[in-house]
């Protein structure tokens, strides 16, 4: 296989005393690369590419409201999404700065991951990205650009994409991506998603017979029955669409025992586990993959990325750099 891994320690949000109000770890990313090189996999470096800079206006504007957009000049805007309620009494151009500029890097890796996958029929990681709460017209959930569904306009306008062509999304994430699925519900995007019906943001109100691959798990459900339902369900939603011309994997770590926000109760092991499931499953059907990092909010979120692109890369056609 072949890989390629776009990163930028841009991604990082760094708000002071970030853990004061809010637990996720703002600088995983970065944290995760740092673990992915120190382990010394010979052709590492040569997978690796910087992404870009901030997702332009014109990429945004292909799927959120220009007055949503534009709310984001207001702090108290950002401090709701973001569930931090201090947050509204920052300037807007710090927030600006500390939050929404590293989200937009990491939106344009998502953009960035599915072009190389696409380019070279393999996986592609963005360490960053997965912002599936966010709705065309607002978000919530920590989200603010709905990156994935962004990232299919753009290739669309780009040509490479049709827009006819099917997309998979699969999104391991401990909560429902309830966004995604509602700005995607007349595209050719088909969705596999196991959460946590327990949490936010909880059940699919439509017909759970129209919906069979949105599967709810219960809290704290752990690595053997969530495994088994992944090994057993996964493989069904992959056969019924055999010509998807492009995967998203929403990988987050927030499925791990003692992450209070996402609630299951998965191991480190686990987890890797899960993501092997995935990506070998999606390898064997040869559907070019666009790997994103989404939620986590314990200590272990950048061991466990780190793991699963170490994984990868002992898994990959590198050639060392010198």
Known sequence: MTLTIHASPSCDIRIPFASWIHPFDGRKFSRAMRLIERAVIPGTASCIRPI????????LLRVHHRDYLASLNASQTTAGILEAGPLRFVPAGLLRRWILTPMLVAAAGTLAAAESALASGDIAVCLGGGFHHAHAGHGEGFCVFADIPVAIRSLVARNRLSPDDDVLVIDLDAHRGNGFETIC???PVHFFDMYNFQAYPGLNDGEPERFPFLIPVCAGEGDAEYLETLARELPRFLDA?????LAFYNAGTDVIAGDRIGRLGLSEDGVLRRDRIVLEELSRRRIPTAMVTSGGYTEASHRMIARTVQFLLGRARVTPTP
């Open 52 to 59: 870009p800079g901030p997702l332009t206006e014109i990429d």
């Open 185 to 187: 519900h007349d595209w």
């Open 241 to 245: 669409r055999p010509g998807a011309r």
